[in-house]
C-alpha cells in the first residue's frame, strides 16, 4: 500500500468491504479528500480477512474508520488520531464498550441520534449529522395512483410487507430482486405475483446505476428493504427523486420519517396502510428532503474542522477494568463474527426455504 505525499496531512480510511460494491460511503470521502491525502483499506474481516496491522495505520497522521472498527487491545497501540463512524445497524454495544471507548482518545461522527446520545452519556467527542441526498424530484413519477416498488434484500420479504397492501389498489409493483450477503433469492408464489400485479426484476437486468433510477422513478411507494438502517441511502435516495417511503418503525429509518406526516411507518402486516393522503404526505415529505438537504450542506462543512481540531480527549477509567474488558472483546469479537456469518448464511437459506 502505498502513502500519497505532499501537502496534506495523510489519513488511512477504514472501511467495510461491503461498501467498496455500494459505493454508500464515497460522500464522505470526498469531503475528506478536499484537505487530506486520503487511503483506502477495505476490511474484510467480517468474511475472514485480515485486520490491517497497526505498524501500517501509524504512519499515517489520521485514520478514520467507518462501520469496521479495531478491537481496543489495538486501538490502545495506534497513534495515529482516531476518528470513527459507527452506523446503527452494526453490531450491538453494550454500556461495557461505550465507557471502555470512553477512555481512548477518540472522536464520533453520528448518522443516528441514538448513537450521538451515547457518545454524549459517556463523554466522548461526536458530531451529530444527518445525511440528505440532493433533490431531483422527477417528474417521470406517477402523480396517481398507488404504485409500488420493493428492493428484496433479505431481512424484510414480500411476506413481511404484503399485509400493508390492499391488493385491489395495487396499479403496479416492481419488485426487485438483489439479496444482501448470505441471503438468497425469496421464492415467491404465483398467487402472490398475480394479486400483487408483482414486475420481478433481478439485479442481472440493472447493469447501471441509471437503469435502476429509470425503473424506480415507475413508482410512487418506495418500501424500505430493512428493517434496521446505519443511514439509510437507498431510502434517501427514494425520498430525493419525490417517493413517498414506508419503513420498519425502527432506527434511522423513523429518524427521518413521521408516520402519516413525510411517510408511512410499521411495527408488523396486520393492518392496512391508508393511502388516501398520500398527495400531502408526498408534499412533506419533498419539504423534508429540501430542507434537509439544505441542512447537511451546511453542516458537512464541520467535518474537516471537527477531525483537525486538536482536541482530542479521553476519559479516566479504572486500568484492570479496561485490560480484563479488552481481552474479553477481542474473543467476542472474533466468536461473535463466526456466529454472525455462520448465523446469517443459515437464516437466509430458512428465509427461502419457508417463503
Known amino acids: ?159 413481511d410487507i404484503k399485509g400493508l397492501i390492499d391488493p385491489q389498489n395495487v396499479d403496479s409493483f416492481v419488485y426487485r430482486s438483489a439479496p444482501d450477503p448470505y441471503f438468497k433469492e425469496e421464492v415467491l408464489s404465483q398467487e402472490d405475483i398475480q394479486n400483487y400485479k408483482l414486475q420481478i426484476i433481478r439485479d442481472v437486468k440493472l447493469d447501471s446505476r441509471g437503469k435502476y433510477l429509470e425503473l424506480l422513478k415507475k413508482s410512487n411507494i418506495y418500501f424500505a428493504p430493512r428493517k434496521i438502517e446505519g443511514i439509510g441511502i437507498s431510502f434517501l435516495e427514494a425520498i430525493a427523486i419525490g417517493m413517498v417511503v414506508v419503513a420498519y418503525n425502527n432506527g434511522t429509518m423513523n429518524e427521518y420519517i413521521k408516520h402519516e406526516y413525510n411517510g408511512y411507518l410499521f411495527d408488523s402486516d396486520d393492518h392496512q396502510i391508508n393511502f388516501e393522503n398520500l398527495n400531502i404526505v408526498l408534499n412533506n415529505s419533498k419539504s423534508t428532503a429540501q430542507k434537509g438537504w439544505e441542512k447537511w450542506e451546511n453542516d458537512k462543512i464541520t467535518i474537516n474542522d471537527f477531525i483537525l481540531e486538536d482536541n482530542y480527549k479521553c476519559m479516566p477509567i479504572n486500568n484492570v477494568y479496561f485490560s480484563l474488558y479488552s481481552a474479553i472483546q477481542k474473543s467476542e469479537i472474533y466468536l461473535r463474527k463466526t456466529a454472525k456469518r455462520n448465523i446469517a448464511k443459515l437464516k437466509g437459506l430458512l428465509m427461502n426455504k419457508s417463503s
Open 1 to 159: 500500500m502505498t502513502i500519497i505525499e505532499g501537502n496534506k496531512l495523510k489519513l488511512l480510511w477504514v472501511d467495510h468491504s461491503y461498501h467498496k460494491k455500494t459505493l454508500s460511503t464515497n460522500f464522505l470521502k470526498e469531503i475528506l479528500e478536499k484537505i487530506f491525502s486520503v487511503n483506502i483499506f477495505w476490511d474484510d474481516y467480517w468474511r475472514g480477512g485480515e485486520s490491517l496491522p497497526v505498524q501500517e495505520i501509524n504512519k499515517y497522521d489520521y485514520v478514520f474508520f467507518f462501520q469496521t472498527l479495531l478491537p481496543f487491545s489495538k486501538l490502545k497501540q495506534i497513534t495515529a488520531k482516531i476518528i470513527w463512524v459507527p452506523m446503527f445497524d452494526g453490531d450491538p454495544l453494550s454500556d461495557k464498550f461505550w465507557y471502555c471507548l470512553s477512555s481512548l482518545p477518540i472522536k464520533i461522527i453520528s448518522f443516528s441520534e441514538y448513537l450521538h446520545k451515547k457518545c454524549l452519556q459517556y463523554n466522548i467527542q461526536s458530531l451529530p449529522l444527518k445525511y440528505y441526498l440532493q433533490p431531483a424530484f422527477s417528474e417521470n413519477i406517477p402523480k396517481s395512483g398507488k404504485h409500488y416498488f420493493f428492493w428484496y434484500r433479505g431481512s424484510l420479504r414480500l411476506s
